[in-house]
């Protein structure tokens, strides 16, 4: 069974550039998250999306950050303007129906904004 | 807003030595979560429990639901096993609440 997929998997950005990042969960899996890991702590959740809606962005930075999972299946994350702060690691992950069960995690995208 | 407190913040220990990190949260839960972290990212889900104990290979962990802690045991550990371990807390739609890490160190 194919794991959770990311790309890019390093990305290094001037500050106030755009970036987007991609992920494809796995197959059948209706439950997608978005997390932010900043180093040195635990991850964040950014967004959560039971299939194509949205669950709970309430700690999504609305101004500057978007997401998006319009089919249902795989998702983007995009950044606009970057700042500083947001040198971290992306973390998507994905679980079967979004009750409390295992969540699959991808490799993540490591973000460095200059 | 659950808060996930984990101790300690680094452990290094000898191979074979047996490993023990902790975790306390401070609202009920429906289920509790460690997970292990490598160098580069990748976390993967290591046991989900909401009660008793759970055992897998050399790793077993303990819930008190009552006392709002749990419990991660490495059994003769060996330098794979460094690495972060993060406890996670569900909180309902599946939200995980994390708390920081354990940083495990193992020395040959």
């Known amino acids: 069974e194919a794991g959770v997929a990311q790309s890019p998997r390093y990305k290094i950005i001037e500050k106030r550039q755009s970036v987007a990042f991609w992920c494809n969960p796995i197959?059948?899996?209706?439950?997608l998250y978005w997390y932010q890991q900043i180093l040195g702590q635990g991850p964040k959740l950014l967004i959560q999306?039971?299939?194509?809606?949205?669950?709970?962005d309430s700690q999504l930075p609305k101004d500057r950050f978007s997401a998006e999972r319009l089919k249902g299946v795989d998702s983007t994350l995009k950044i606009q303007p970057a700042k500083l702060e947001d040198s971290a690691v992306y973390l998507c992950?994905?679980?079967?129906?979004?009750?409390?069960?295992?969540?699959?995690f991808g490799p993540g995208t490591r973000l460095l904004v200059l | 807003k659950n808060e996930v407190e984990q101790s300690p913040q680094n452990l290094t220990a000898q191979e074979g030595e047996f490993i023990t990190i902790n975790c306390s949260y401070s609202?009920?839960?429906?289920?509790l979560h460690w997970l292990q972290q490598h160098p580069g990212g990748g976390i993967v889900s290591l046991f989900m429990?909401?009660?008793g104990k759970k055992k897998h290979g050399r790793l077993i962990a303990t819930i008190n639901i009552q006392e709002k802690h749990s419990s991660l045991h490495i059994t003769a550990s060996h330098p794979r096993d460094s690495a972060v371990y993060i406890c996670?807390?569900?909180?309902?739609?599946?939200?995980?609440?994390f708390g920081k890490g354990n940083q495990v160190v193992v020395i040959p």
């Open positions: 992950a994905s679980s079967l129906m979004g009750i409390p069960e295992t969540q699959y």
């Open positions: 197959s059948g899996h209706a439950t």
């Open positions: 999306f039971q299939n194509n809606g949205v669950v709970d």
């Open positions: 609202v009920g839960i429906s289920a």
């Open positions: 429990l909401s009660s």
């Open positions: 996670a807390v569900s909180e309902g739609n599946n939200r995980l609440a």
